[in-house]
């Protein structure tokens, strides 16, 4: 219950927030269904539970500095979430600097190569978990180095670099040789480059640290993390409140700096 009552203010927070922005205003509406504005599936998908932590926090969003804070989220973090300028290359925000999901990850550089590689062998505690959340914390995939170069535009593909991870671990840019240099900047492009994996938290077997790596014709990936990593981590908040943690201390973990506040728009008779 805790965990979707911090899940229920960070849905109502971010949604707020969007409303703000006009993203949509153009089309005549004012959010989408898809992951561009908040997923939505139907009510269809709604439970006793889900309805109680929506009216025990109603109501209830996070502020900052007397404005309503952004307060996105994702799937699982896969240890540290991100912070939100490295994800998005916009302004660093306070509360989406990035934070620890895992006390056991604070014991992992996981900005290099060495620490993720160390992380991603390290098998944390998953009592209690549903299959889906354990899902997230150990996949592997694989791609065909043809395959992978055609996903960049390339007709061979001779090396692989990683340029620079988050401190999540999340690769962040990479830079493909192949008859020319291609040079992706960003989580979501690299992910996609590789057939839509997971999270960009991953590493490439048989590749260290960041020198040119030459992939073989079957290049096998071994990750951790669901999504961008950053604001809260529906299966870190999970884990939180399964060893006690309120709502109030799980939203404070990923959103630092951030109030609650049920008074925030004015009474219009």
Known sequence: LEALKAQAVAART??????????????????????????YKGKHLRNPLIEEAVMQSASEILILDDRVADATYHSSCGGKTESSAKIWKGTPLPHLSGSLCYPEAADYDLSTEEGVAAWLGHKPDTTGMSSWEKASLSWKRSISRTKLASNLGLNQLREIRILNRGDSGRILKMAFIGEREVVLDGEFKIRQAFGNLPSSLFCLQGMHGTDRFKPPSQIMIVGRG????????????????????????????YYPHTVISTDWMPYEP
């Open 226 to 253: 669901s999504g961008h990593g950053v604001g809260l981590c529906q299966v870190g908040a999970l884990r939180k409140a399964r060893a006690g943690m309120t709502y109030e201390e799980i939203l404070q973990n």
């Open 14 to 39: 971010h949604a707020v927030s969007l409303l703000t922005n006009n993203r949509h205003k153009e089309q005549g509406y004012d959010l989408c269904s898809s992951t561009h504005c908040q997923v």
